[in-house]
């Protein structure tokens, strides 16, 4: 999103954003939301913690060591759908 400076939710603007929605919708949000390059999770983690149990995310990230980390992130979480694509450009010679 970057709506911010910086990489980190706090100071990207993600936080704000998320924030937002769920003030503007109430506390009986229900959202379906699409985290595309989740990397370790920062963004879902703070769906989870602002929007609560009511969010369901798909998380999508395409090099398998950061998905490995996703997933031990966040362990049987049944709001959480973790998805591993093969997207990974590889270089050829």
Do not use: W
Not at 73 to 93: A, S, V
């Amino acid at each position: 999103m970057n709506v911010g400076m910086g990489s980190l939710v706090e100071s990207s603007g993600e936080q704000y954003v998320i924030t937002y929605i769920k003030n503007a919708h109430g506390v009986d949000l229900s959202l379906i939301i699409f985290d595309v390059g989740a990397n370790i999770g920062d963004f879902s983690s703070e769906v989870q913690n602002i929007i609560g149990p009511s969010a369901i995310l798909y998380c999508f990230e395409p090099k398998k060591s950061t998905f490995d980390s996703l997933r031990r992130r966040f362990p049987d979480n049944e709001k959480l759908n973790l998805l591993i694509l093969d997207l990974e450009i590889r270089m050829r010679k």
